[in-house]
């Protein structure tokens, strides 16, 4: 009995190895356009930064999308409502560091403490 779980780990174990990995990634960068001290990420400044940092590393495509975020201030626990940018990018895991790098970009260009990315495996078909 025991044998017979030990080999039936070991097979699950070894198929779990064997598991083809995703071809595709697909990656949402929110992009919050309230500034720190004040000010907005302007439509102009949001297209200028498009036109610089993304098309030039995602000249294959992607999709922006106009939203609100919603997000808890950790310094004065209060929920803070911004107009948000969500960045839509389909890439193969050899083109993760080009979403780190727009991400990085967009922090330093309009001095935002952070960028919310997530990252889920994706099926692709064109």
């Known amino acids: 009995m025991i044998a017979r779980r030990a080999a039936l780990l070991s097979a699950l174990a070894l198929a779990a190895c064997a598991a083809p990995q995703a071809a595709h990634f697909q990656s949402m960068l929110y992009l919050g356009r309230s500034m720190p001290g004040g000010g907005m990420v302007d439509d102009a400044a949001l297209a200028r930064f498009i036109e610089e940092e993304v098309l030039p590393r995602a000249p294959e495509g992607f999709t922006l999308l106009d939203a609100t975020g919603h997000w808890r201030d950790t310094a004065t626990g209060e929920t803070v409502r911004e107009r948000t940018a969500v960045l839509v990018l389909l890439h193969t895991p050899a083109r993760r560091a080009m979403v780190h790098e727009i ?8 001095g935002q403490q952070s960028v919310l990315r997530v990252e889920t495996p994706a099926e692709a078909r064109f």
Not at 103 to 110: K, L, M, Q
Request: no cysteine; glycine share 0%; net charge positive.
């Open 103 to 110: 991400a990085d970009a967009y922090t330093r260009r309009f």
